[in-house]
């Protein structure tokens, strides 16, 4: 089996779930058992983790490390990112005290991501490409989703930012037009399903908190 055939039967596997993260694992532990590659299968927090042996046990000592749960990863990372700006924006200091007031009247956030190219490179796609441009819309519609839906549980029990309601049509409507924008990514640009799918979820969630 080829690198291009794994990766194909790898992203067969929808590990937005569990049971998808199950079993992608052991189809990954039975690959490595058909070319005789020791494994041993453990769980973490319910979730299994594959330690593979291979070579002399005097030999270096080479440690290859790869999620198999990178969609609910991200979700996770943006939920602890997004988390930590709401607690920092309100005592921290600013340059001006107009940027101070304005900042805690409207408490911007801001997420990011980088090593995009390094990415779609290890997965053989073209920077200037549609499925490279897919790919992009996707984790970014994620990202972004998924940050307004953390932002809205943070105000559902604290309460939303100072302006809020001077506008509220406005920001509601903005935001039904990113969830309305995910649906535009044309699926066949994203060979991720997953991530494509929960990139739409987080969005259609986001929405319904406001």
């Avoid at 990766?7 to 779930?17: F, I, N, P, V, W």
């Avoid at 796609?125 to 990202?143: E, F, H, K, N, Q």
């Avoid at 799918?197 to 969005?203: F, Q």
Wanted: proline share 5%; net charge negative; hydrophobic share 40%.
């Amino acid at each position: 089996m080829d690198e291009a055939v794994l990766t194909e039967r790898l992203m067969a596997y929808d590990t937005s779930t569990p049971e998808g993260i199950r079993a992608g694992a052991e189809f990954v532990k039975a690959w490595f058992e058909a070319r005789e590659v020791d494994v041993r299968h453990i769980d973490h927090h319910g979730l299994p983790v594959l330690i593979a042996e291979s070579g002399p046990a005097d030999g270096p000592v080479v440690i290859l490390h790869g999620h198999i749960d990178v969609v609910p990863a991200f979700e996770h990372a943006t939920d602890i990112v997004l988390l930590a700006q709401e607690i920092v924006v309100g005592p921290s200091s600013y340059p001006t005290e107009e940027i101070g007031v304005n900042a805690r009247a409207f408490r911007q956030l801001g997420l990011g991501y980088t090593n995009l190219g390094a990415f779609l490179m290890s997965n053989g796609v073209p920077y200037d490409s549609d499925p490279g441009r897919g790919t992009a819309a996707a984790i970014t519609a994620l990202m972004t989703g998924r940050g307004y839906r953390q932002s809205a549980q943070v105000a559902a029990a604290l309460g939303p930012y100072e302006h809020y309601g001077v506008n509220r049509d406005a920001h509601n409507n903005v935001m039904r037009m990113h969830r309305d924008a995910s649906y535009v990514i044309p699926d066949s640009t994203c060979s991720d399903t997953a991530l494509l799918e929960a990139a739409r979820t987080s969005w259609n969630e986001a929405v319904a908190l406001v």
